[in-house]
């Protein structure tokens, strides 16, 4: 073996973790090891969490490898959140962890937004991490742009993200050239991110030369311009003429009270024909102020199907008592979309 080849082959075994054999090649090539050296790989095998590669190079290399120094280091992993290091290395060392100190270390993971350390930590000591812990850790995630670990910290507690919250996860994606996320994100909140903040992530894709996330970016710029476009048409209906073009099944909502005297027996229904359905929060809340300004109508619910063609039909209703629009519609068993007084 040339000696180039000895350094290379030595070296590969020293980046491994194998030193035993990195030390019986240099005695048999004659290649020199210093101590020093050795005593670096330790350190860095170390730093890496791998304690029993240390261990064993220290036994092969006759470094001492003092216990403070490797408690020491069962520490640090913890800190930074390598549970199998720490735990692996507190076994070797004869040191178990205790129960308690692994739920810490878990907590401070979560806090910090490290789900995946911090629910392996709380694996090992076979308990679910709690909910609000989960919550503060999806918020870090989200306001990071780590929108699947987000979303998995909600999913573990089975509930849905805050939508200011995905939508603070969606800029910060956007900021940073993901679209892909970015949009998912604004999706599951049900808003429309702008156009220019979308023209901007497709800019910083273009810079890192990232040819589909830019065309996909300034293509779902380019939608906000056309949809922009089409506002829903909002048309009154009377009884009769609804009930032709209708379903027979189909059933108005109830049961209905007034807010304004509580009279739950006399009311006036009145419908109306939407061109098509809000599809986010801007666009229900446009419907919502349309409805107050031009019908008078405070309250009411839209059905998203009913005609099968993408139309949307509203309800409400005018108390006969009082003659009040601020009528409350409600039913259990029938399938609509409630907008909510804001
Ligand atoms: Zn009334």
Redesign the pocket.
């Known amino acids: 073996m040339t000696d180039e080849k000895a350094i290379a082959y030595i070296k590969k075994c020293l980046d491994a973790g194998k030193m035993r054999e990195a030390i019986d090649a240099s005695r048999i090539t004659k290649v020199p090891l210093s101590k020093e050296e050795l005593k670096f790989c330790i350190q860095k095998y170390l730093d890496a969490g791998w304690m029993p590669k240390a261990i064993e190079g220290s036994k092969a290399a006759c470094i001492d490898l003092p216990q403070d120094v490797l408690i020491k280091y069962v520490n640090k992993y913890l800190e930074e959140g390598k549970i199998y290091s720490a735990v692996d290395a507190s076994k070797l060392i004869g040191m178990p962890l205790p129960k308690e100190k692994i739920a810490i270390t878990g907590k401070e993971c979560l806090l910090k937004g490290k789900l995946t350390s911090g629910l392996e930590a709380y694996k090992l000591i076979k308990e679910s991490p709690p909910e609000e812990e989960l919550i503060a850790c999806a918020s870090v995630c989200f306001k990071e742009g780590k929108l699947s670990h987000g979303l998995e910290a909600y999913k573990l507690i089975n509930k849905a993200p805050p939508e200011d919250e995905l939508v603070t996860c969606g800029n910060f994606c956007f900021n940073i050239g993901q679209i892909t996320p970015g949009l998912e994100a604004y999706a599951l909140a049900k808003r429309t991110p702008t156009k220019e903040l979308l023209r901007a992530c497709g800019e910083t894709c273009l810079l890192e030369k990232r040819t589909d996330d830019a065309r996909k970016s300034f293509v779902a710029a380019q939608k906000i311009d056309e949809t922009k476009n089409k506002d829903i048409e909002v048309r009154e209906i009377s009884f009769n003429d609804l009930s032709a073009g209708i379903n027979k099944s189909w059933k108005s909502p109830g049961p209905k009270v007034?807010s304004?005297?509580h009279?739950d027996t006399e009311m006036k229904d009145r419908f109306f024909i939407l061109s098509r359905c809000p599809e986010n929060v801007d666009e229900e809340e446009r419907l919502d102020t349309l409805m107050k300004k031009q019908h008078g109508v405070m309250q009411f619910c839209v059905e998203m199907d009913v005609f099968g063609d993408g139309r949307g039909l509203i309800c409400s209703a005018v108390?006969a008592?009082?003659g009040?629009q601020n009528v409350v519609l409600g039913a259990d068993d029938w399938t609509y979309m409630e907008i909510k007084r804001r």
């Open positions: 007034c304004d005297c009279n108390c008592k009082c009040s």
